[in-house]
């Protein structure tokens, strides 16, 4: 419709077919169908036609005026949207995992948030994936691949995932040698999502093996899981990044140390890399360069 609007205001400018044509580069008959098809739709005759000028009707008058305010206000809004996508304020929408959330994206919001005061941050912190599209959520902050192939990632950090337990727990149970050995220790189950319960997969050089572990506890919470851990109850799987302090500090050692499991990067995904407004773009190089200054670790 906004063309057709275009058009009859060209025409009532132009005041004649040829002009409008010439103007439009239409040839006549072209302007004259066009000018049929839209008194067609509206119900009503726009002009008069002579043979060499073309009157408005009353309608004609009505819809060059109403026309004209549109159009202006239309340009308006596109001058207001383009200056608003290159200035840095308005509302960021982020998204992120509970624990991590917790303890690392809340404070870099905060930093974010002082660099750019106007700025109005809203943080969203849930371990299930949710639809960013869908929740119009600028950008997520998860570990893991999303099943979304509309959205766009940058990785963040390479993190891996190590198999842990206590000294304690480990001197009264005895070290595992193979993940085989899982099958006879109380393992500590984190459930994420829809993952298979209790199914751990590992990988030595070629050599793959999926073992069911005996979950002893479990929670969908990684920070009560990693409690227990820390209580002596058994072995968990936990990411490097929450790991390496209680690696450092002896309150939790590495268990099968050969051999790897699944690492789970940590990206920033965002719907779309076009036309990113300022806030999304600063954000994710913010992001970006916190995460390269830490040397790829959390």
């Known amino acids: ?58 309608e004609g008058e009505l819809l060059r005026d109403h026309a004209g305010r549109i159009l202006a206000d239309i340009r308006h809004m596109e001058t207001l949207i383009a200056q608003q996508k290159n200035q840095v304020k308005g509302r960021l929408r982020i998204n992120a995992t509970l624990g ?42 998860r570990f893991g691949e999303l099943p979304d192939r509309r959205l766009v990632a940058r990785r963040l950090l390479r993190n891996q995932r190590f198999l842990c337990a206590s000294p304690r727990y480990l001197k009264r149970h005895g070290v595992p040698r193979g993940p085989a050995d899982l099958a006879a220790h109380r393992c500590i189950v984190h459930n994420q999502n829809d993952e298979p319960h209790g199914t751990w997969r590992f990988h030595r050089g070629d050599h793959a093996e999926v073992v069911k572990v005996r979950s002893a506890l479990c929670s ?6 990693l ?63 916190h995460f390269g200054q830490a040397g790829g670790h959390a």
């Open 227 to 289: 409690g227990w851990v820390l209580d002596g109850h058994g072995i968990m799987i936990r990411s490097e990044w929450d790991l390496r302090k209680y690696l450092d500090a002896r309150r939790l050692v590495r268990v099968l140390p050969d051999y790897q499991l699944e690492p789970a990067d940590l990206f920033v995904y965002f719907p779309s890399r076009a036309n990113l407004p300022a806030r999304v773009r600063l954000f994710i190089d913010f992001l970006v360069e």
């Open 220 to 225: 969908n919470d990684g920070d009560i899981a």
């Open 1 to 58: 419709m906004i063309s057709q609007l275009e058009f009859f205001v060209a025409l009532a400018n132009h005041g004649s077919l040829a002009a409008t044509a010439r103007a439009l580069d239409m040839t006549p008959p072209a302007v004259t169908k066009r000018l049929a098809q839209l008194e067609s739709r509206l119900g009503v005759r726009l002009v008069n036609r002579t043979t060499r000028r073309l009157s408005l009707t009353h």
């Open 100 to 141: 991590f959330g917790r303890q690392r994206i809340a404070g870099l919001a905060s930093q974010f948030a002082q660099r750019h005061p106007d700025i109005e941050i809203e943080l969203h912190v849930s371990d299930r994936p949710l639809d960013l599209i869908e929740r119009h959520f600028d950008v997520a902050v």
